[in-house]
Nanobody, 121 residues
């Protein structure tokens, strides 16, 4: 059984919204920070957002700042990435990941399989 499982990807028009979810097992979720990454065809994986275990510390890469919102519900062991005003540069496979420890900086050890996001113009 997957330790992290993303859902919510799909096809959306430019300017539209999607909310990605990441359901996690207790082992990889508890006390761990969570990050969202994406990989577009022909490009390297990009770190786009992160949230600490407490939810008090957030980080976004510049290209998604102001459009994407990361959050988590620790009672449900689920993380979220709300994506608004999607642009032609956003299509990719989106991955959630967690890292041991509460802070979001550092190596991420646990990964989901990814969910595809496609944006039509």
């Amino acid at each position: 059984q997957a330790q992290l499982e993303e859902s919510g990807g799909g096809l959306v028009q430019a300017g539209g919204s999607l909310r990605l979810s990441c359901a996690a097992s207790l082992r990889v979720f508890r006390n761990n920070a969570m990050g969202w990454f994406r990989r577009a065809p022909g490009k390297e994986r990009e770190f786009i957002a992160a949230i600490s275990w407490s939810g008090e510390s957030l980080w976004y890469t510049d290209s998604v700042k102001g459009r994407f919102t990361i959050s988590r519900d620790n009672t449900k062991r689920t993380g979220y990435l709300q994506m608004n005003n999607l642009k032609p540069g956003d299509p990719a496979v989106y991955y959630c990941a967690t890292r041991d420890g509460g802070g979001w900086g550092g190596l991420y050890e646990n990964w989901g399989q990814g969910t595809q996001v496609t944006v039509s113009s």
